[in-house]
């Protein structure tokens, strides 16, 4: 017997998140290319939107935009989308009372980290309420939480009454993460150094990542830095003894400037310790390029050893060492790790998950 499986597809005209917006379409592709026999999948977008992926059998255009379904999603107001088996890459979904039982409706969701919990302050106030008014809605009504990393999945019970439904299936690199044949020139274009490190971050925990490249000898390439974060940031490089001249600092790229700059780096350094799936580190390893990262349950779930995961007051010796000596094992590591995590193994867990519940 077959079934549909309806995925929700909420940021294909207005992006409130870039990396999450990449992976629904990305999982959306797997999740077709995976499908069972006599299985499909269908779609649920907001207006206005273009799917655009082929395979997907029936789309259902909702009459409001993705804002206007964000507000009436939070409140439990969800007219027109239908039941059956829901899958939602993100926290946004119908999140309303359904029979699993006896009309085998289904609806999951995907909490990608816990930012909104665990460090609220680097976020925008709106979205730390809606994510978590998110959350006590999928406590109610989800049949499964999907997670990233098993450490989030013990971290996220505690936060929430969800029992045995947190699941965890791994993110992936984007599908279109390959460096571009002008690469050089996209680096000039953002008039980088000719030898770096990239960074990446919270900008309150800069700090060890620019003493990892004063000691590694390197300029620093900070990428995703917030809109007006630059002078804050230069100011953190300088106390941790970089020059301001050698802290370049830029704001979100897209996947092919992304991995263009990535490609150019002798060292990636993440010091995101905050639960969740660590985006930037999974590209770096997939580029093959040296990891070291800041001590936390996700990065040791996920990196593992593919890189140097080390605690903050010994992140300058391990960026030294992974720029130096231990460059050419890194890169060996970070690029067999890099082979754990695909879209296609994610789709088929996804529907797996469903077959289970």
Not at 235 to 262: N, T
């Amino acid at each position: 017997m077959g079934a549909r499986l309806r995925v929700v597809l909420d940021q294909l005209v207005h992006v409130v998140d870039p990396d999450q917006a990449s992976a629904s379409r990305d999982l959306a592709v797997g999740l077709v290319q995976t499908a069972p026999p006599n299985c499909t999948v269908d779609a649920i977008v907001p207006a206005g939107a273009e799917v655009g992926i082929r395979g997907i059998d029936e789309v259902r255009t909702l009459p409001v935009g993705r804002r206007e379904l964000a507000a009436s999603w939070q409140l439990g107001i969800a007219p027109g989308v239908g039941g059956g088996l829901i899958h939602a890459p993100t926290l946004l979904a119908p999140l309303v009372r359904h029979d699993r039982v006896h009309d085998n409706d289904q609806t999951t969701v995907t909490l990608w980290d816990l930012r909104a919990w665990e460090a609220p302050s680097q976020l925008p106030r709106g979205a730390v309420a809606w994510r978590r008014g998110m959350l006590r809605r999928a406590v109610k009504h989800a049949d499964a939480v999907v997670v990233p990393s098993h450490s989030m999945a013990e971290r996220l019970t505690g936060l929430a009454k969800l029992g045995d439904r947190v699941r965890v299936i791994a993110g992936a690199p984007p599908q279109d993460l390959v460096v571009p044949a002008a690469a050089s020139s996209s680096r000039d274009a953002l008039a980088l150094p000719a030898d770096y490190l990239v960074l990446s971050g919270p900008e309150t925990t800069l700090s060890a990542g620019f003493r990892g490249a004063v000691a590694a000898g390197l300029d620093a390439v900070v990428i995703g830095a917030e809109e007006g974060s630059e002078p804050r940031i230069a100011e953190i490089a300088a106390s941790a003894g970089l020059p301001e001249r050698r802290a370049h600092i830029r704001g979100l790229l897209d996947v092919p400037a992304r991995a263009a700059v990535m490609a150019g780096a002798r060292v990636f350094v993440s010091t995101d310790a905050v639960a969740g799936w660590p985006w930037r580190a999974v590209e770096a390893m997939t580029l093959g390029i040296p990891v070291v990262a800041t001590e936390s349950g996700c990065h040791r779930d996920v990196i593992a050893d593919g890189g140097a995961v080390v605690a903050a007051e010994d992140l300058a010796e391990a960026v030294e060492d992974a720029a130096t000596d231990g460059a050419a094992r890194l890169r060996v590591l970070a690029g067999d790790r890099a082979r754990a995590f695909s879209w296609a193994s994610a789709a088929e867990r996804v529907w797996s998950l469903h077959a289970d519940l």
